[in-house]
């Protein structure tokens, strides 16, 4: 077993799009799919102070941080 905490990366966003709707659900919250798209657009632009940490068990995406 490989548990490994990196930043994320382009190539996330599907796993993280399944994660994150997941953390909406669990919360009772509904976002557009605007807002959900200028979230993770924000996570990847380095000149916008919103990190991500991404956890992965194996290779998989397993879950994320901000």
């Not at 190539?11 to 994150?20: F, P, S, T, Y």
């Amino acid at each position: 077993m490989s548990l490994e905490i990196r930043p994320a990366l382009a190539g996330d966003k599907a796993r993280w799009l399944v994660l994150w709707q997941g953390y909406l659900d669990f919360y009772k919250t509904v976002l557009t799919p605007e807002q959900t798209n200028r979230t993770w657009n924000r996570i990847m632009d380095p000149e916008f102070n919103m990190k991500c940490a991404i956890a992965t068990l194996n290779g998989e995406v397993v879950g994320f941080t901000t």
